[in-house]
Protein backbone atom coordinates (compact mmCIF):
# COMPACT_ATOMS: atom_id res chain seq x y z
CA UNK A 1 0.00 0.00 0.00
CA UNK A 2 2.51 2.24 1.09
CA UNK A 3 4.96 1.12 -2.02
CA UNK A 4 1.99 2.15 -4.52
CA UNK A 5 1.08 5.48 -2.59
CA UNK A 6 4.91 6.28 -3.17
CA UNK A 7 4.67 5.07 -6.91
CA UNK A 8 1.97 7.26 -7.13
CA UNK A 9 3.71 10.16 -5.93
CA UNK A 10 6.80 9.41 -8.36
CA UNK A 11 4.19 8.99 -11.52
CA UNK A 12 2.65 12.53 -10.39
CA UNK A 13 5.63 14.22 -10.57
CA UNK A 14 6.64 13.12 -13.68
CA UNK A 15 3.58 13.95 -15.07
CA UNK A 16 3.73 17.48 -13.52
CA UNK A 17 7.70 17.17 -13.79
CA UNK A 18 8.08 20.20 -10.99
CA UNK A 19 7.93 18.72 -7.57
CA UNK A 20 9.00 21.29 -5.20
CA UNK A 21 11.74 19.75 -2.60
CA UNK A 22 11.87 20.34 1.04
CA UNK A 23 8.86 19.07 2.22
CA UNK A 24 9.91 17.97 5.57
CA UNK A 25 6.79 16.37 7.73
CA UNK A 26 8.05 17.46 10.93
CA UNK A 27 7.60 20.73 12.53
CA UNK A 28 11.34 22.96 11.22
CA UNK A 29 13.56 24.13 14.04
CA UNK A 30 13.43 27.57 16.20
CA UNK A 31 15.27 28.85 13.11
CA UNK A 32 15.41 28.33 9.35
CA UNK A 33 17.60 25.26 8.63
CA UNK A 34 20.28 25.83 7.07
CA UNK A 35 20.40 27.67 3.13
CA UNK A 36 16.83 28.22 2.13
CA UNK A 37 15.49 25.58 -0.36
CA UNK A 38 15.86 26.38 -4.27
CA UNK A 39 13.65 24.30 -5.48
CA UNK A 40 12.96 24.20 -9.85
CA UNK A 41 10.57 22.96 -11.78
CA UNK A 42 8.04 24.21 -15.08
CA UNK A 43 9.80 24.14 -18.75
CA UNK A 44 11.38 27.45 -18.68
CA UNK A 45 11.01 29.44 -21.95
CA UNK A 46 7.38 27.78 -22.69
CA UNK A 47 4.26 29.35 -23.49
CA UNK A 48 3.90 33.37 -24.46
CA UNK A 49 4.17 35.19 -21.52
CA UNK A 50 6.32 33.07 -20.00
CA UNK A 51 5.12 31.96 -16.70
CA UNK A 52 6.43 28.23 -15.90
CA UNK A 53 3.57 25.95 -14.03
CA UNK A 54 5.20 24.37 -11.07
CA UNK A 55 3.03 21.66 -8.74
CA UNK A 56 3.53 22.01 -5.35
CA UNK A 57 4.38 18.36 -3.36
CA UNK A 58 2.40 17.20 -0.23
CA UNK A 59 3.31 15.64 2.54
CA UNK A 60 3.77 11.54 3.72
CA UNK A 61 1.47 10.48 6.84
CA UNK A 62 2.08 7.46 8.94
CA UNK A 63 0.38 4.85 11.06
CA UNK A 64 -0.51 6.50 14.55
CA UNK A 65 -0.99 4.15 17.58
CA UNK A 66 -4.55 3.20 18.58
CA UNK A 67 -4.99 5.56 21.33
CA UNK A 68 -4.53 8.10 19.34
CA UNK A 69 -7.32 7.25 16.70
CA UNK A 70 -9.47 4.75 18.53
CA UNK A 71 -13.17 6.47 18.71
CA UNK A 72 -13.47 5.19 22.57
CA UNK A 73 -10.08 7.20 23.47
CA UNK A 74 -10.33 10.94 24.38
CA UNK A 75 -7.36 11.67 23.00
CA UNK A 76 -8.77 10.72 19.49
CA UNK A 77 -10.27 14.33 19.85
CA UNK A 78 -8.39 16.59 18.23
CA UNK A 79 -10.45 19.93 17.92
CA UNK A 80 -11.04 22.93 20.83
CA UNK A 81 -13.96 25.73 19.21
CA UNK A 82 -13.51 29.18 20.31
CA UNK A 83 -15.98 32.04 20.47
CA UNK A 84 -16.33 34.89 18.19
CA UNK A 85 -13.37 37.01 18.68
CA UNK A 86 -12.16 35.13 21.89
CA UNK A 87 -8.93 33.08 22.01
CA UNK A 88 -9.43 31.57 25.39
CA UNK A 89 -9.94 28.06 25.72
CA UNK A 90 -13.01 27.14 26.98
CA UNK A 91 -13.37 25.05 30.42
CA UNK A 92 -15.30 22.58 28.66
CA UNK A 93 -11.72 21.44 26.85
CA UNK A 94 -9.62 21.29 29.86
CA UNK A 95 -9.83 17.51 30.41
CA UNK A 96 -8.75 17.57 26.49
CA UNK A 97 -5.96 19.57 26.71
CA UNK A 98 -5.26 18.04 29.70
CA UNK A 99 -5.23 14.60 27.75
CA UNK A 100 -2.83 15.41 25.05
CA UNK A 101 -0.45 17.35 27.17
CA UNK A 102 -0.08 13.96 29.08
CA UNK A 103 0.14 11.73 26.53
CA UNK A 104 3.07 14.29 24.91
CA UNK A 105 4.78 13.92 28.66
CA UNK A 106 4.92 10.24 28.45
CA UNK A 107 5.71 10.42 24.76
CA UNK A 108 8.63 12.31 24.39
CA UNK A 109 9.02 11.06 20.65
CA UNK A 110 6.31 12.84 19.48
CA UNK A 111 5.60 16.12 18.31
CA UNK A 112 2.48 17.81 17.89
CA UNK A 113 1.52 20.77 15.27
CA UNK A 114 -1.38 23.27 16.46
CA UNK A 115 -3.01 24.56 13.93
CA UNK A 116 -5.56 27.64 14.12
CA UNK A 117 -8.50 28.45 12.33
CA UNK A 118 -11.02 31.14 12.12
CA UNK A 119 -14.37 31.85 10.62
CA UNK A 120 -14.38 33.85 7.19
CA UNK A 121 -15.01 37.13 7.66
CA UNK A 122 -12.61 39.78 7.19
CA UNK A 123 -8.90 40.15 6.06
CA UNK A 124 -7.17 36.77 5.02
CA UNK A 125 -3.74 37.82 6.49
CA UNK A 126 -5.59 39.12 9.78
CA UNK A 127 -7.30 36.15 10.46
CA UNK A 128 -3.86 34.30 9.35
CA UNK A 129 -2.99 36.27 13.13
CA UNK A 130 -5.88 35.79 15.00
CA UNK A 131 -6.11 32.16 14.01
CA UNK A 132 -2.32 31.70 15.56
CA UNK A 133 -3.77 33.88 18.33
CA UNK A 134 -5.93 30.61 18.99
CA UNK A 135 -3.04 27.76 18.06
CA UNK A 136 -0.73 29.69 20.81
CA UNK A 137 -3.66 29.66 23.45
CA UNK A 138 -3.52 25.94 23.08
CA UNK A 139 0.09 25.46 22.92
CA UNK A 140 0.26 27.61 26.25
CA UNK A 141 -1.95 25.37 27.91
CA UNK A 142 -0.53 22.09 26.70
CA UNK A 143 2.71 23.83 28.00
CA UNK A 144 1.52 24.32 31.12
CA UNK A 145 0.32 20.64 31.73
CA UNK A 146 3.33 18.91 31.37
CA UNK A 147 4.08 18.99 26.55
CA UNK A 148 7.92 20.21 26.16
CA UNK A 149 8.15 23.68 24.34
CA UNK A 150 10.14 21.32 21.62
CA UNK A 151 7.34 18.72 21.07
CA UNK A 152 4.82 21.79 20.31
CA UNK A 153 4.42 24.00 17.29
CA UNK A 154 1.76 26.43 16.27
CA UNK A 155 1.16 27.66 13.55
CA UNK A 156 -2.18 29.44 11.63
CA UNK A 157 -4.16 28.17 8.71
CA UNK A 158 -6.32 31.15 9.17
CA UNK A 159 -9.87 31.18 7.36
CA UNK A 160 -8.29 28.97 4.61
CA UNK A 161 -9.38 25.50 5.57
CA UNK A 162 -13.14 25.93 6.87
CA UNK A 163 -14.34 22.68 8.80
CA UNK A 164 -17.84 24.03 7.33
CA UNK A 165 -18.17 26.31 4.19
CA UNK A 166 -21.55 27.49 4.92
CA UNK A 167 -21.68 30.97 5.31
CA UNK A 168 -24.05 31.09 8.53
CA UNK A 169 -23.40 31.24 12.66
CA UNK A 170 -23.08 28.08 12.61
CA UNK A 171 -20.66 27.14 10.43
CA UNK A 172 -18.76 30.08 11.43
CA UNK A 173 -18.74 28.09 14.93
CA UNK A 174 -17.12 25.16 13.33
CA UNK A 175 -14.41 27.01 11.99
CA UNK A 176 -13.20 28.72 14.74
CA UNK A 177 -11.05 26.44 16.18
CA UNK A 178 -7.92 24.86 16.70
CA UNK A 179 -6.60 21.43 15.37
CA UNK A 180 -4.41 18.67 17.50
CA UNK A 181 -2.14 17.21 14.80
CA UNK A 182 0.67 14.35 15.94
CA UNK A 183 3.92 13.63 13.65
CA UNK A 184 2.46 11.51 10.44
CA UNK A 185 -0.79 13.51 10.09
CA UNK A 186 0.89 16.35 9.20
CA UNK B 1 13.34 10.17 -18.47
CA UNK B 2 12.01 13.53 -17.26
CA UNK B 3 14.06 15.77 -19.14
CA UNK B 4 12.19 14.28 -22.99
CA UNK B 5 9.05 15.00 -21.61
CA UNK B 6 9.76 18.29 -20.55
CA UNK B 7 10.74 19.15 -23.82
CA UNK B 8 8.14 17.80 -25.22
CA UNK B 9 5.66 19.92 -23.16
CA UNK B 10 7.14 22.67 -23.96
CA UNK B 11 7.16 22.33 -27.20
CA UNK B 12 3.68 21.20 -27.18
CA UNK B 13 2.67 24.27 -25.44
CA UNK B 14 4.22 26.63 -27.91
CA UNK B 15 2.35 24.77 -30.34
CA UNK B 16 -0.63 25.62 -28.20
CA UNK B 17 0.16 29.16 -27.65
CA UNK B 18 0.88 30.04 -31.36
CA UNK B 19 -2.61 27.74 -32.31
CA UNK B 20 -4.57 29.45 -29.41
CA UNK B 21 -3.24 32.97 -30.88
CA UNK B 22 -4.17 32.48 -34.51
CA UNK B 23 -7.47 31.27 -33.93
CA UNK B 24 -9.29 34.95 -32.91
CA UNK B 25 -11.38 35.70 -30.77
CA UNK B 26 -8.89 34.08 -28.44
CA UNK B 27 -10.22 31.69 -25.82
CA UNK B 28 -11.10 33.59 -22.45
CA UNK B 29 -9.95 32.43 -19.47
CA UNK B 30 -11.15 36.30 -17.07
CA UNK B 31 -14.18 37.65 -18.89
CA UNK B 32 -14.44 41.53 -18.07
CA UNK B 33 -17.26 43.42 -17.43
CA UNK B 34 -17.30 46.67 -17.05
CA UNK B 35 -20.42 47.87 -14.68
CA UNK B 36 -19.54 51.84 -14.20
CA UNK B 37 -17.81 53.96 -16.42
CA UNK B 38 -16.30 57.48 -15.69
CA UNK B 39 -18.22 60.69 -15.88
CA UNK B 40 -16.54 62.50 -18.68
CA UNK B 41 -15.37 60.08 -21.30
CA UNK B 42 -13.53 61.35 -24.06
CA UNK B 43 -15.00 60.62 -27.74
CA UNK B 44 -12.80 58.16 -29.07
CA UNK B 45 -12.83 56.35 -32.78
CA UNK B 46 -10.62 53.34 -33.75
CA UNK B 47 -10.88 52.25 -37.47
CA UNK B 48 -10.57 49.47 -38.46
CA UNK B 49 -6.71 48.49 -38.63
CA UNK B 50 -5.68 47.92 -42.45
CA UNK B 51 -3.57 45.04 -43.58
CA UNK B 52 -4.00 41.25 -43.84
CA UNK B 53 -7.76 40.81 -42.47
CA UNK B 54 -7.04 38.03 -39.66
CA UNK B 55 -4.12 39.85 -37.89
CA UNK B 56 -5.99 43.26 -38.65
CA UNK B 57 -9.27 42.50 -36.80
CA UNK B 58 -7.42 40.97 -34.44
CA UNK B 59 -5.38 43.96 -33.31
CA UNK B 60 -8.09 46.11 -33.77
CA UNK B 61 -10.03 44.48 -31.25
CA UNK B 62 -7.39 44.14 -28.87
CA UNK B 63 -7.06 48.26 -28.98
CA UNK B 64 -10.47 48.84 -28.54
CA UNK B 65 -11.50 46.55 -25.96
CA UNK B 66 -8.75 47.78 -23.68
CA UNK B 67 -9.70 51.57 -24.31
CA UNK B 68 -13.26 50.68 -23.87
CA UNK B 69 -12.49 48.63 -20.83
CA UNK B 70 -10.72 51.44 -18.85
CA UNK B 71 -14.38 53.40 -18.85
CA UNK B 72 -12.25 56.61 -19.85
CA UNK B 73 -13.75 56.48 -23.86
CA UNK B 74 -17.07 56.52 -25.59
CA UNK B 75 -15.74 54.70 -28.04
CA UNK B 76 -17.13 56.54 -31.26
CA UNK B 77 -18.32 53.68 -34.27
CA UNK B 78 -15.86 53.91 -37.50
CA UNK B 79 -18.80 52.23 -38.97
CA UNK B 80 -16.05 49.83 -41.09
CA UNK B 81 -14.38 52.79 -42.40
CA UNK B 82 -10.92 52.25 -44.62
CA UNK B 83 -8.71 54.20 -43.14
CA UNK B 84 -4.80 53.35 -41.91
CA UNK B 85 -2.21 55.64 -40.59
CA UNK B 86 -1.28 56.68 -43.62
CA UNK B 87 -4.38 57.96 -44.88
CA UNK B 88 -5.45 61.55 -44.53
CA UNK B 89 -8.68 61.55 -42.79
CA UNK B 90 -11.47 63.47 -43.61
CA UNK B 91 -11.86 65.59 -40.20
CA UNK B 92 -15.52 66.82 -40.87
CA UNK B 93 -17.00 63.50 -40.82
CA UNK B 94 -15.63 62.39 -38.04
CA UNK B 95 -16.66 65.11 -36.12
CA UNK B 96 -20.09 64.47 -37.59
CA UNK B 97 -19.91 61.10 -36.18
CA UNK B 98 -19.10 62.57 -32.36
CA UNK B 99 -15.49 61.94 -32.25
CA UNK B 100 -12.83 64.10 -30.56
CA UNK B 101 -10.09 61.65 -31.48
CA UNK B 102 -9.76 59.50 -33.91
CA UNK B 103 -7.12 56.38 -34.20
CA UNK B 104 -5.75 54.52 -37.58
CA UNK B 105 -3.44 51.91 -38.34
CA UNK B 106 -2.09 48.85 -40.24
CA UNK B 107 -0.03 45.04 -39.56
CA UNK B 108 2.37 44.55 -42.47
CA UNK B 109 4.97 41.90 -43.10
CA UNK B 110 8.28 43.59 -42.17
CA UNK B 111 10.22 41.13 -44.42
CA UNK B 112 12.32 39.29 -41.80
CA UNK B 113 9.00 36.81 -40.87
CA UNK B 114 7.54 39.42 -38.43
CA UNK B 115 4.87 42.33 -38.77
CA UNK B 116 4.91 45.61 -38.01
CA UNK B 117 2.21 47.36 -36.42
CA UNK B 118 1.48 51.60 -36.84
CA UNK B 119 -0.97 53.70 -35.52
CA UNK B 120 -1.37 57.74 -35.79
CA UNK B 121 -3.79 59.50 -33.37
CA UNK B 122 -5.65 62.38 -34.69
CA UNK B 123 -6.97 65.05 -32.80
CA UNK B 124 -10.33 65.75 -34.35
CA UNK B 125 -10.69 68.89 -33.49
CA UNK B 126 -7.47 71.08 -34.62
CA UNK B 127 -7.03 68.43 -37.05
CA UNK B 128 -4.14 67.33 -36.42
CA UNK B 129 -1.81 64.46 -35.66
CA UNK B 130 -1.48 63.63 -31.88
CA UNK B 131 0.80 60.53 -31.78
CA UNK B 132 2.11 57.70 -33.78
CA UNK B 133 4.17 54.92 -33.17
CA UNK B 134 5.20 51.81 -34.92
CA UNK B 135 6.00 48.28 -32.99
CA UNK B 136 7.80 45.52 -34.71
CA UNK B 137 5.85 41.87 -33.44
CA UNK B 138 5.42 38.21 -34.22
CA UNK B 139 2.26 37.12 -34.59
CA UNK B 140 2.13 35.49 -31.00
CA UNK B 141 2.87 38.85 -29.71
CA UNK B 142 -0.17 40.23 -31.76
CA UNK B 143 -1.85 40.61 -28.51
CA UNK B 144 0.98 42.74 -26.79
CA UNK B 145 1.09 45.02 -29.88
CA UNK B 146 -2.39 46.19 -29.57
CA UNK B 147 -1.79 46.44 -25.63
CA UNK B 148 1.36 49.04 -26.39
CA UNK B 149 -0.87 51.13 -28.98
CA UNK B 150 -4.10 51.25 -26.44
CA UNK B 151 -1.31 52.19 -23.86
CA UNK B 152 0.62 54.67 -26.42
CA UNK B 153 -3.37 56.61 -26.97
CA UNK B 154 -4.23 56.29 -23.53
CA UNK B 155 -1.40 58.52 -22.26
CA UNK B 156 -1.68 61.01 -25.09
CA UNK B 157 -5.43 61.54 -24.51
CA UNK B 158 -5.36 60.56 -20.39
CA UNK B 159 -1.64 62.48 -19.85
CA UNK B 160 -0.72 59.15 -17.46
CA UNK B 161 0.75 56.19 -18.73
CA UNK B 162 -2.23 53.12 -19.92
CA UNK B 163 -1.33 49.66 -17.87
CA UNK B 164 -2.99 47.27 -21.14
CA UNK B 165 0.62 45.71 -21.06
CA UNK B 166 0.98 44.62 -17.15
CA UNK B 167 -0.01 41.59 -15.73
CA UNK B 168 -2.37 41.00 -13.10
CA UNK B 169 -1.76 37.51 -10.87
CA UNK B 170 -4.62 36.06 -8.71
CA UNK B 171 -5.38 32.80 -7.03
CA UNK B 172 -8.37 30.28 -8.88
CA UNK B 173 -10.18 27.44 -6.02
CA UNK B 174 -11.23 24.95 -8.66
CA UNK B 175 -12.86 22.95 -6.37
CA UNK B 176 -11.61 21.26 -2.86
CA UNK B 177 -8.37 20.78 -2.65
CA UNK B 178 -7.30 22.73 -5.84
CA UNK B 179 -5.57 26.06 -6.16
CA UNK B 180 -3.95 27.39 -8.87
CA UNK B 181 -1.84 30.98 -8.87
CA UNK B 182 -2.48 32.24 -12.31
CA UNK B 183 -0.74 34.77 -14.44
CA UNK B 184 -2.71 36.67 -16.76
CA UNK B 185 -2.21 39.57 -19.06
CA UNK B 186 -4.17 42.89 -17.43
CA UNK B 187 -7.22 42.04 -20.03
CA UNK B 188 -7.96 38.39 -18.52
CA UNK B 189 -6.27 36.88 -21.63
CA UNK B 190 -3.24 34.67 -21.58
CA UNK B 191 -3.80 33.24 -18.43
CA UNK B 192 -1.19 30.49 -17.39
CA UNK B 193 -0.81 28.63 -13.99
CA UNK B 194 2.67 29.54 -12.25
CA UNK B 195 1.92 27.08 -9.52
CA UNK B 196 -0.75 24.04 -8.98
CA UNK B 197 -1.08 22.81 -5.09
CA UNK B 198 -3.76 20.60 -3.47
CA UNK B 199 -3.29 23.72 -0.44
CA UNK B 200 -3.84 27.14 -0.45
CA UNK B 201 -1.91 29.88 -1.64
CA UNK B 202 -2.52 33.66 -0.30
CA UNK B 203 -0.85 37.12 -0.58
CA UNK B 204 0.90 36.94 -4.13
CA UNK B 205 2.80 39.91 -4.49
CA UNK B 206 5.06 41.20 -7.16
CA UNK B 207 8.48 41.71 -7.10
CA UNK B 208 8.88 45.16 -8.70
CA UNK B 209 10.75 44.46 -11.56
CA UNK B 210 7.64 41.81 -12.15
CA UNK B 211 9.98 38.77 -12.36
CA UNK B 212 8.97 36.81 -9.24
CA UNK B 213 6.24 36.64 -6.87
CA UNK B 214 6.05 36.30 -3.39
CA UNK B 215 3.24 34.12 -1.98
CA UNK B 216 2.23 32.27 1.36
CA UNK B 217 1.89 28.72 0.60
CA UNK B 218 0.11 26.29 2.58
CA UNK B 219 1.41 23.07 0.90
CA UNK B 220 3.86 21.89 4.28
CA UNK B 221 0.68 22.05 6.51
CA UNK B 222 1.16 25.54 7.60
CA UNK B 223 2.11 29.04 6.01
CA UNK B 224 5.76 28.99 4.40
CA UNK B 225 6.62 32.30 2.19
CA UNK B 226 8.15 31.50 -1.10
CA UNK B 227 9.80 33.84 -3.94
CA UNK B 228 9.07 32.33 -6.94
CA UNK B 229 10.75 33.14 -10.50
CA UNK B 230 7.95 33.39 -13.09
CA UNK B 231 9.96 32.28 -16.05
CA UNK B 232 12.23 29.20 -14.80
CA UNK B 233 9.20 28.33 -12.21
CA UNK B 234 12.47 28.41 -9.47
CA UNK B 235 11.24 28.62 -6.10
CA UNK B 236 13.25 29.79 -3.27
CA UNK B 237 11.82 29.36 0.43
CA UNK B 238 12.22 33.31 2.11
CA UNK B 239 10.55 32.43 5.53
CA UNK B 240 10.04 28.43 6.98
CA UNK B 241 10.35 29.32 10.42
CA UNK B 242 8.85 27.90 13.19
CA UNK B 243 4.67 28.90 13.60
CA UNK B 244 3.20 31.14 10.86
CA UNK B 245 5.31 32.65 7.98
CA UNK B 246 2.90 35.29 6.02
CA UNK B 247 2.16 38.48 4.55
CA UNK B 248 5.16 39.19 2.18
CA UNK B 249 5.05 42.73 0.85
CA UNK B 250 8.75 43.97 -1.27
CA UNK B 251 10.67 47.13 -0.52
CA UNK B 252 10.19 49.05 -3.52
CA UNK B 253 14.18 48.39 -4.40
CA UNK B 254 13.48 44.64 -4.54
CA UNK B 255 15.67 43.42 -2.27
CA UNK B 256 13.98 42.71 0.66
CA UNK B 257 10.77 41.75 1.75
CA UNK B 258 9.07 42.72 4.74
CA UNK B 259 7.02 39.39 6.49
CA UNK B 260 5.09 38.36 9.33
CA UNK B 261 6.11 35.71 11.44
CA UNK B 262 5.00 34.14 14.64
CA UNK B 263 8.48 32.17 15.47
CA UNK B 264 9.24 34.91 18.49
CA UNK B 265 5.78 34.56 20.30
CA UNK B 266 2.53 36.60 17.90
CA UNK B 267 2.57 38.12 14.75
CA UNK B 268 5.22 40.51 14.67
CA UNK B 269 6.59 42.43 11.45
CA UNK B 270 10.22 41.17 10.34
CA UNK B 271 12.55 42.19 7.12
CA UNK B 272 14.21 39.66 5.43
CA UNK B 273 16.87 39.57 2.24
CA UNK B 274 14.95 38.11 -0.92
CA UNK B 275 17.21 35.35 -0.63
CA UNK B 276 16.17 34.28 3.32
CA UNK B 277 19.13 35.66 4.77
CA UNK B 278 19.33 38.58 7.51
CA UNK B 279 16.29 38.51 9.42
CA UNK B 280 15.53 41.38 11.56
CA UNK B 281 12.30 41.94 13.61
CA UNK B 282 10.88 45.68 13.15
CA UNK B 283 7.74 45.64 15.06
CA UNK B 284 7.68 45.04 19.02
CA UNK B 285 3.39 45.75 19.74
CA UNK B 286 1.50 43.52 21.41
CA UNK B 287 -0.65 41.57 19.62
CA UNK B 288 -1.37 41.46 16.11
CA UNK B 289 1.21 43.23 13.59
CA UNK B 290 0.40 42.03 10.13
CA UNK B 291 -0.16 42.86 6.36
CA UNK B 292 2.67 45.37 6.06
CA UNK B 293 3.19 47.30 3.23
CA UNK B 294 5.89 49.81 2.20
CA UNK B 295 5.36 53.47 1.08
CA UNK B 296 7.15 54.38 -2.43
CA UNK B 297 9.11 55.60 -0.99
CA UNK B 298 10.91 52.94 1.43
CA UNK B 299 10.64 55.07 4.09
CA UNK B 300 7.82 53.97 5.85
CA UNK B 301 5.61 50.55 6.74
CA UNK B 302 2.42 50.44 6.77
CA UNK B 303 0.31 47.63 8.94
CA UNK B 304 -2.45 46.35 10.61
CA UNK B 305 -2.80 45.85 14.39
CA UNK B 306 -4.69 45.13 17.29
CA UNK B 307 -2.86 46.99 19.57
CA UNK B 308 -5.52 49.70 20.17
CA UNK B 309 -8.45 46.77 20.93
CA UNK B 310 -9.63 46.51 17.50
CA UNK B 311 -7.86 45.92 14.16
CA UNK B 312 -6.43 49.94 12.65
CA UNK B 313 -3.79 50.72 10.24
CA UNK B 314 -0.94 51.99 11.78
CA UNK B 315 2.44 53.61 10.14
CA UNK B 316 6.01 52.94 11.23
CA UNK B 317 9.53 54.06 10.08
CA UNK B 318 11.76 50.88 8.27
CA UNK B 319 14.20 51.60 11.19
CA UNK B 320 11.47 50.56 13.61
CA UNK B 321 10.21 53.87 15.40
CA UNK B 322 8.11 56.90 15.03
CA UNK B 323 4.68 54.48 15.59
CA UNK B 324 2.06 56.28 14.21
CA UNK B 325 -2.14 55.45 13.63
CA UNK B 326 -3.30 56.07 10.09
CA UNK B 327 -7.31 55.17 10.48
CA UNK B 328 -9.39 56.31 13.59
CA UNK B 329 -13.24 55.84 12.04
CA UNK B 330 -14.74 52.40 12.91
CA UNK B 331 -13.80 49.51 14.69
CA UNK B 332 -12.30 47.16 11.58
CA UNK B 333 -9.41 49.19 8.93
CA UNK B 334 -7.23 46.32 7.41
CA UNK B 335 -4.95 45.93 4.49
CA UNK B 336 -3.30 49.31 3.86
CA UNK B 337 -2.25 49.24 0.51
CA UNK B 338 -0.25 52.49 -0.59
CA UNK B 339 -0.47 54.03 -4.23
CA UNK B 340 2.68 54.45 -6.68
CA UNK B 341 2.57 58.38 -5.96
CA UNK B 342 2.56 57.49 -2.00
CA UNK B 343 -0.54 60.33 -1.86
CA UNK B 344 -3.25 57.85 -1.24
CA UNK B 345 -4.01 54.51 0.82
CA UNK B 346 -6.41 52.08 -0.44
CA UNK B 347 -7.88 49.48 2.66
CA UNK B 348 -10.96 47.53 3.77
CA UNK B 349 -13.18 48.82 5.94
CA UNK B 350 -16.08 47.40 7.76
CA UNK B 351 -18.86 49.57 7.56
CA UNK B 352 -22.44 48.20 8.99
CA UNK B 353 -21.26 44.48 9.01
CA UNK B 354 -19.77 44.77 5.48
CA UNK B 355 -16.06 45.04 4.25
CA UNK B 356 -15.67 47.65 1.65
CA UNK B 357 -13.00 49.19 -0.30
CA UNK B 358 -12.08 52.73 1.33
CA UNK B 359 -9.21 54.81 -0.08
CA UNK B 360 -7.31 58.05 2.47
CA UNK B 361 -6.06 60.70 0.71
CA UNK B 362 -3.03 60.39 2.92
CA UNK B 363 -2.63 64.61 3.48
CA UNK B 364 -6.38 65.30 4.65
CA UNK B 365 -7.49 61.98 6.28
CA UNK B 366 -10.16 62.60 4.06
CA UNK B 367 -11.49 58.53 3.58
CA UNK B 368 -13.83 57.43 0.78
CA UNK B 369 -15.45 54.15 0.57
CA UNK B 370 -15.45 53.30 -3.00
CA UNK B 371 -17.87 50.06 -3.07
CA UNK B 372 -21.00 48.77 -2.21
CA UNK B 373 -20.48 45.39 -1.33
CA UNK B 374 -20.04 43.29 1.34
CA UNK B 375 -16.79 40.73 1.09
CA UNK B 376 -14.04 43.41 -0.65
CA UNK B 377 -10.60 41.97 0.54
CA UNK B 378 -6.79 42.12 -0.67
CA UNK B 379 -6.73 45.27 -2.50
CA UNK B 380 -3.50 46.29 -5.22
CA UNK B 381 -3.15 49.61 -7.13
CA UNK B 382 -2.43 49.35 -10.77
CA UNK B 383 1.00 50.65 -11.51
CA UNK B 384 -0.44 54.52 -12.99
CA UNK B 385 -2.47 54.70 -9.86
CA UNK B 386 -5.55 55.08 -11.77
CA UNK B 387 -7.24 51.47 -10.83
CA UNK B 388 -7.57 49.05 -7.84
CA UNK B 389 -7.74 46.06 -7.64
CA UNK B 390 -10.01 43.65 -5.32
CA UNK B 391 -11.36 40.16 -4.75
CA UNK B 392 -15.12 40.63 -3.71
CA UNK B 393 -18.18 38.45 -4.05
CA UNK B 394 -21.18 37.93 -6.15
CA UNK B 395 -23.79 35.66 -6.20
CA UNK B 396 -21.41 33.08 -3.60
CA UNK B 397 -18.53 33.12 -5.91
CA UNK B 398 -15.32 34.58 -5.31
CA UNK B 399 -14.69 37.32 -9.00
CA UNK B 400 -11.88 40.52 -8.72
CA UNK B 401 -13.24 43.70 -9.50
CA UNK B 402 -11.21 46.84 -10.58
CA UNK B 403 -12.41 50.00 -9.36
CA UNK B 404 -10.93 53.48 -9.86
CA UNK B 405 -9.43 55.72 -7.06
CA UNK B 406 -12.62 57.89 -7.77
CA UNK B 407 -15.03 55.20 -7.34
CA UNK B 408 -16.82 55.75 -10.51
CA UNK B 409 -15.34 52.97 -13.37
CA UNK B 410 -16.12 49.69 -11.78
CA UNK B 411 -14.94 46.47 -14.30
CA UNK B 412 -15.94 42.53 -12.77
CA UNK B 413 -13.38 39.69 -13.61
CA UNK B 414 -14.65 36.66 -13.65
CA UNK B 415 -13.79 33.06 -13.91
CA UNK B 416 -16.62 30.69 -15.36
CA UNK B 417 -15.51 27.66 -13.56
CA UNK B 418 -14.19 28.58 -10.16
CA UNK B 419 -13.71 31.30 -7.10
CA UNK B 420 -10.97 34.13 -7.55
CA UNK B 421 -9.45 35.31 -4.79
CA UNK B 422 -5.95 37.06 -3.84
CA UNK B 423 -5.52 39.69 -6.79
CA UNK B 424 -2.54 41.24 -7.03
CA UNK B 425 -1.71 43.66 -10.27
CA UNK B 426 1.84 43.68 -11.61
CA UNK B 427 4.47 46.65 -12.50
CA UNK B 428 4.67 48.43 -15.16
CA UNK B 429 6.10 45.76 -18.35
CA UNK B 430 10.09 46.74 -19.25
CA UNK B 431 9.74 47.14 -22.65
CA UNK B 432 12.95 46.30 -24.99
CA UNK B 433 13.03 49.11 -27.59
Given at each position: M????T????????I????I?????T????E??G????????????????VA??????V??????????DA??????????????S??V?????D??????K??A??????????????E???????L???????????K?????????????????????P???GQ?????A????????????? | M?R???N??G??L???G???LLQT???????I??????????P???????????L?????S??R???????????I?S???AL????????G??K????D?L???????S?????E??FR?????????L?????????????A???R???????KL?G??GV???R??Y???G???RY?L???????????????S?????S???????SR????????K???????S??????V?????????????W???????????????????F????????????????G????????P????L?F???Q?????????G????????????????V??R?S????????????D??F??A???????Q????????????P?F????R???IA?EM?G???????S?D????????VS???V?????GP??????
Amino acid sequence: MKQKQTKFRVFFAAIFAALIAGCSSTPSGPEQEGAPVESRGGTPGSGVAGVATVTAGGVDSRGLPAVLTDAKSILSKRSVYFDYDSFEVKAEYKDLVTAHAKFLADNRQFKMLIQGNTDERGSREYNLALGQKRADAIKKMLALLGAREEQLESVSLGEEKPKNEGQNEAAWAENRRGDMLYTGEF
Amino acid sequence: MLRPLLNLCGLSLIAFGLLALLQTPARAELTIEITGAGANRIPLAIADFGGEPGLSRAITSVVRGDLERSGLFKMIDSGGAALTEASAPIYGDWKARGADALAAGSISASGDGRQEARFRLFDVNKQGVLAGSAFVTSTPMLRAAGHRIADAIYEKLIGEPGVFSTRIAYVVRGGAGRYELQIADADGQNAQAALISREPIISPTWSPDGSRLAYVSFENKKPVIFVHSLATGRRVVVANFKGSNSAPAWSPDGNKLAVVLSKDGGSQIFTVNADGSGVRRLTTSSGISTEPCFSPDGQFLYFTSDQGGSPQIYRIGVNGNDTQRVTFDGTYNVTPRISPDGRSMAFISRRDGSFRLAAMDLSSKQVQILTDSHKDESPSFAPNGRMILIATEMGGRGVLSAVSVDGRVKQRLSVSAGDVREPAWGPFARQAK
